[in-house]
């Protein structure tokens, strides 16, 4: 069974940062683009960030500058450092991996959640 994990959430106060990690495990992790996304109470799931495998980065225009994704395929794990926190960060985070070249193939992790609150 492919497997996603994701760590790091909790509770922070305004202009603060935390790390999420992802780990996957029974995927090819290096040929998939990994994603996170969050989806805040009464909101639409959104994307976060994204990096290819090739290390290729996109962020969603409210999180450049402040966010930022990398992965270690060493340890088949994404990481998404997050700086500047607002309340309206606060919400699920969800990792996400996607491979589409052939064949589509998405998996999805159960999620972190993060509160951004004083």
């Known amino acids: 069974q492919v497997q996603l994990v994701e760590s790091g959430g909790g509770l922070v106060q305004p202009g603060g940062s935390l790390r999420l990690s992802c780990t996957a495990s029974?995927?090819?992790?290096?040929?998939?683009?990994m994603g996170w996304y969050r989806q805040a109470p009464g909101s639409q799931r959104e994307l976060v960030a994204r990096?290819?495998?090739?290390?290729?980065?996109n962020y969603a225009d409210s999180m450049k500058g402040r966010f930022t994704i990398s992965r270690d395929n060493a340890k088949n794990t994404v990481y998404l450092q997050m700086n500047s926190l607002k309340p309206e960060d606060t919400a699920v985070y969800y990792c996400?991996?996607?491979?589409?070249?052939?064949?589509?193939?998405?998996?999805w992790g159960k999620g972190t959640l993060v509160t951004v609150s004083s």
């Open positions: 996400n991996a996607y491979y589409d070249y052939l064949i589509v193939r998405e998996y």
């Open positions: 990096i290819t495998a090739g290390g290729t980065t």
């Open positions: 029974r995927i090819n992790f290096n040929i998939y683009t």
